[in-house]
């Protein structure tokens, strides 16, 4: 069964660092494109960062370009989103996903999903 797990998430100020986590089970990671999506209180779910299979694909939504880093290590399974200067409109709960197909994914269709972890920033 595919599962994604994400942790990290937390409260910060304005300006903070976090860094969330997903692991994900062998089945799912390899061959996957992994993504980060958030949802806004008030708005649609939008994908945030996404990062291909081979790593040959990074794609970043323009409010986070400079601030936030996806990484994935295959190794282990895991890929991560790395946030600086973090600003309260980052403020969200924020989702892992997997897709083979990274158009699907890009378009917020994945087929799988992780339960999310919630990230707080206060000014």
């Known amino acids: 069964q595919v599962k994604l797990v994400e942790s990290g998430g937390g409260s910060v100020q304005d300006g903070g660092s976090l860094r969330l986590s997903c692991a994900a089970s062998?089945?799912?990671?390899?061959?996957?494109?992994m993504g980060w999506f958030r949802q806004i209180t008030g708005k649609e779910r939008e994908r945030v960062a996404s990062?291909?299979?081979?790593?040959?694909?990074?794609w970043y939504t323009d409010s986070v370009k400079g601030r936030f880093t996806i990484l994935r290590d295959n190794a282990k399974n895991i890929v991560y989103l790395k946030m600086d200067n973090l600003k309260p409109e980052d403020t969200g709960m924020y989702y892992c996903?997997?897709?083979?197909?990274?158009?699907?994914?890009?378009?917020?269709?994945?087929?799988?999903w992780g339960q999310g972890t919630q990230v707080t920033v206060s000014s």
């Open positions: 062998a089945a799912t990671f390899t061959g996957y494109t």
């Open positions: 996903a997997a897709d083979r197909d990274r158009n699907r994914l890009a378009i917020g269709y994945a087929l799988h």
């Open positions: 990062i291909s299979a081979l790593n040959d694909n990074i």
